[in-house]
Nanobody, 113 residues
Framework: QVQLVESGGGLVQAGGSLRLSCAASGSIFRFNLMGWYRQAPGKQRELVAQEARGGTTIYADSVKGRFTISRDTAKNTVYLKMNSLKPEDTAVYYC???????WGQGTQVTVSS
């Protein structure tokens, strides 16, 4: 079992930036797919970004060009750099290894207009 702990959320004005971190309690090298998901109030959880071990990435259309996912295997950490934030990006953001049902506890991101 690997534990995932997100950090870096907070309150930011529209147009601002945040970098979320997801620290794993063990090696993330063995995980092929790692992703960031988000859930806004009253909405279903949705995929934001996903990275395969080889570096292939997938982004939700709503964040393409603004968000970047990356992983540092030496630090067992996955990042989500978020630029040009919009109020509609407000949500709880979760790090996950979906194939193994590993989820973090989430970190709140609030973007004010």
């Amino acid at each position: 079992q690997v534990q995932l702990v997100e950090s870096g959320g907070g309150l930011v004005q529209a147009g601002g930036s945040l970098r979320l971190s997801c620290a794993a309690s063990g090696s993330i090298f063995r995980f092929n797919l790692m992703g960031w998901y988000r859930q806004a109030p009253g909405k279903q959880r949705e995929l934001v970004a996903q990275e395969a071990r080889g570096g292939t990435t997938i982004y939700a259309d709503s964040v393409k060009g603004r968000f970047t996912i990356s992983r540092d295997t030496a630090k067992n950490t996955v990042y989500l750099k978020m630029n040009s934030l919009k109020p509609e990006d407000t949500a709880v953001y979760y790090c996950a290894v979906v194939a193994l049902s590993y989820w973090g506890q989430g970190t709140q991101v609030t973007v004010s207009s």
